[in-house]
């Protein structure tokens, strides 16, 4: 039996506007070592497609909405590939210790490159209502 | 939840598990329970997990209604020995539907169809 896809839809993104900020959660679970963003609340209906080896989008079948994020390896691997997201670890409810841990598994080189990333975005923002 | 999967290995499900791993972010599976054990009992296809060399993910094509939408459900079990018996016993760590099998899993197993 070949294996199948059952996305039949083009599932939309929404827009900023249509979300409620106080319905937005973060939630990481360190059983499973997931992140999970749901910007609709926890409750709407999810089936999960993968976009990538770790990430994930959460799509309810009913609105063919994007509802949320499912990251996996968030500590283990995400975080130390991606470190500009180590500060969000926060925001997931994750112990101060494992942030630690895993900001000492992050290559200088890799951090400095998130760092300079970061300054140019700063830079491109203020140049943009500078010349404005 | 305690079954045998198809080649008759033990597998657990704490309420840990059930509660904190699937139905906190996996709403849809809210008396859907039952499902997870057909899957593990009848799956349709077994893959390697790609993080985990321990870990093995069972995928059975299911229905959650309403509406009515076909997708895999996908069981995410890891295998431990026991300690004291030698017995080779899964630990279901979470379970979510999922559009089809991840890209980068190698399936170890599928049905086949006559």
């Known amino acids: 039996m070949a294996t199948q896809n059952f996305l039949t839809f083009q599932p939309r993104v929404p827009e900023l506007e249509e979300v409620d900020i106080n319905n937005v959660e973060f939630r990481y679970t ?3 070592d997931t992140a999970f963003v749901h910007w609709f609340g926890r409750e709407r209906h999810a089936i999960i497609l993968d976009i990538d080896d770790h990430i994930s989008v959460r799509i309810d079948p009913a609105t063919q909405d994007i ?40 290559e200088p080189q890799r951090a400095k490159v998130a760092a300079l990333g970061s300054l140019l975005d700063q830079v491109q923002d203020s140049l943009q209502s500078a010349v404005a | 939840m305690r079954c045998d ?30 499902l997870i ?25 299911v229905s959650f209604p309403p509406p009515e939408h076909e997708s895999y459900l996908k069981v995410c079990v890891r295998f431990e020995q026991n300690q004291t018996s030698g017995e080779r016993v899964g630990i279901v760590v979470t379970a979510y539907p999922a559009f089809r099998i991840k890209r980068s899993e190698k399936v170890k197993w599928q049905r086949r169809t006559s």
Do not use: C
């Open chain 2, 37 to 61: 054990e057909e899957t593990l009992v009848d799956p349709d296809v077994v893959a390697y997990d790609r993080d985990h060399s321990n870990g093995e993910n069972y995928y059975r094509v």
């Open chain 1, 67 to 106: 509802v949320g994020l499912q990251i996996e390896a968030f500590m283990e691997w995400f975080v130390v590939e991606h470190p500009e997201f180590l500060p969000v670890a926060e925001q997931f409810g994750v112990d101060p210790m494992d942030i630690e841990a895993a900001r000492r598994k992050i």
């Open chain 1, 30 to 32: 360190k059983g499973t």
């Open chain 2, 5 to 34: 999967d198809r080649w008759s290995q033990p597998i657990v499900l704490t309420d840990d598990s059930w509660l904190n791993h699937i139905l906190a972010d996996h709403d849809i599976l809210d008396g859907n329970g039952h």
